[in-house]
């Protein structure tokens, strides 16, 4: 399964889908975070030196829309961050952008000094206590934008708004290039990676 050099892509709100290896993203500004995070099912404490570029200029070097909007419009956006065994894990913008948060999250090119060239970049998410975002292994990230639908809400009754929500959340799906209209719940919708697997 492992491939040589795996590399993640990136789409959603970009001017084109862009493809970038750990060793390129081991070309941006690199940070060091220590982190500590637990797990309910394995119960100890781990504690791992991270290293890599934010999330954030990873998302501006492959040229993200969403940093042309105002900041109104740039905290509307979501983020799922995929791994290869197909778990993810979802993030909002305000907590990668330096205007809303000062939160060090990195995709990681090293732990503990160990190069992830041959795995795929980890997402460090310091300050979750839980480890449950710290997806490695990453093999997508799409960011797209959240939207209010009055019509929706209206149309919907609340309780099967719901039903869908947990549904959409119960099966995820691999993201493609292809986004449409989730519902989130009522009244609220996402535009959300749907349809076959991209890039293995
Ligand atoms: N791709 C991927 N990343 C993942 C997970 C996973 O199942 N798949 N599990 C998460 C969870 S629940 C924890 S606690 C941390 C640490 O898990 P590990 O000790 O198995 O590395 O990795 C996170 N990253
Ligand atoms: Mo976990």
């Known amino acids: 399964m492992s491939r040589t050099a795996p590399a993640v892509l990136l789409h959603g709100a970009f001017d084109q889908p862009t493809e970038l290896t750990v060793a390129q993203l081991r070309e941006l500004p690199a940070q060091q975070v220590s982190a500590s995070f637990n797990c309910r099912s394995r119960g100890a404490m781990q504690q791992h030196n991270f290293e890599g570029p934010r999330l954030w200029d ?12 105002t900041r109104k419009v740039r905290l509307r956006h979501l983020l799922t ?14 907590e990668i952008d330096p205007d809303f948060s000062g939160r060090q999250i990195l995709l990681a090119t090293s732990v503990d000094g160990v190069p992830l060239d041959e795995t795929g970049p980890q997402l460090v998410v310091p300050g979750d206590t839980c480890g449950a975002r710290y997806v490695s292994g990453i093999t997508t990230v799409w960011v797209g934008l959240a ?14 708004a719901a039903d869908t929500a947990l549904a959409e959340a119960a099966q995820p799906r691999v993201p493609s290039t292809t986004d449409v209209n989730c519902l989130l719940g009522p009244g609220a919708r996402v535009l959300c990676p749907v349809g076959p697997a991209v890039g293995g």
């Open 58 to 69: 990873v998302l501006r070097t492959a040229g993200t829309q969403v940093d042309r909007g």
């Open 81 to 94: 961050v995929t791994g290869a065994d197909d778990h993810f894990a979802l993030l909002s913008w305000a």
């Open 147 to 160: 939207r209010l639908d009055p019509a929706a809400a209206a149309a919907v009754p609340a309780a099967a």
